[in-house]
């Protein structure tokens, strides 16, 4: 998956001596639109860093430090002042991993859960703890059912 606007590419150790490749990314936009009135705006207000953790590459933990700005919504009408720019594709809000490795802890998750998925998610690269995995099937909206057509039954009911 390629960053539009990635600068640089660091590396560093994390926890238990793993090695952690790092990269600093940024967008190449100018504008972004606001969520609540939908009009561009180019006025920055302040930006931040957000630091997400990916799919391990090459067996090393990788970490996505990427640069979101926040911008002033120009419509005097909009209840929203400010508004951070989106990252919908690698990230949902607020989120601490990319889409693709809440993703994949998911499906450990769901075949493991628990202490079992964590050592699986740790031979992985992962290194997602047993509740992170329980979170995330939690998190997961129920299986829809659909209603039977055909009904059987066993045998008369005698009492």
Same mark, same amino acid.
């Given at each position: ?6 600068? &640089? ?10 090695? #952690?490749? /790092?990269?600093?990314?940024? /967008?190449? /936009?100018? /504008?972004?639109? $606001?969520?609540? $009135?939908?009009? +561009? ?12 953790? &990916? +799919? ?7 970490? #996505? ?10 419509? =005097? ?5 400010? *508004?951070?720019?989106?990252? !919908? ?5 607020? !989120?601490? *991993?990319?889409?693709? +490795? ?8 769901? =075949? ?13 690269? *992962? ?14 909206? &129920? ?7 055909? +009904?059987?039954?066993?045998?008369? $009911?005698?009492?």
């Amino acid at each position: 998956m390629a960053l539009p606007g990635s600068r &640089d590419w660091g590396g560093r150790r994390g926890r238990k001596g793993q090695r #952690i490749s /790092t990269v600093r990314a940024t /967008t190449s /936009t100018t /504008t972004a639109s $606001c969520p609540d $009135c939908g009009r +561009l705006s180019g006025r920055v207000h302040d930006r931040y860093q957000r630091r997400l953790r &990916d +799919l391990p590459l090459a067996g090393q933990g990788f970490v #996505i430090r990427l640069m979101v700005r926040r911008f002033i919504c120009g419509s =005097a009408d909009c209840p929203r002042r400010t *508004f951070a720019e989106p990252f !919908s594709r690698l990230a949902v809000p607020h !989120s601490r *991993f990319t889409t693709r +490795l809440n993703r994949a802890l998911e499906r450990v998750g769901l =075949a493991l859960a628990g202490r079992a998925g964590a050592r699986l998610a740790a031979q992985l690269g *992962f290194g997602a703890g047993r509740m992170t995995l329980l979170r995330r099937v939690m998190a997961l909206p &129920d299986p829809r059912f659909s209603t039977p057509r055909v +009904l059987g039954v066993d045998g008369p $009911c005698r009492p």
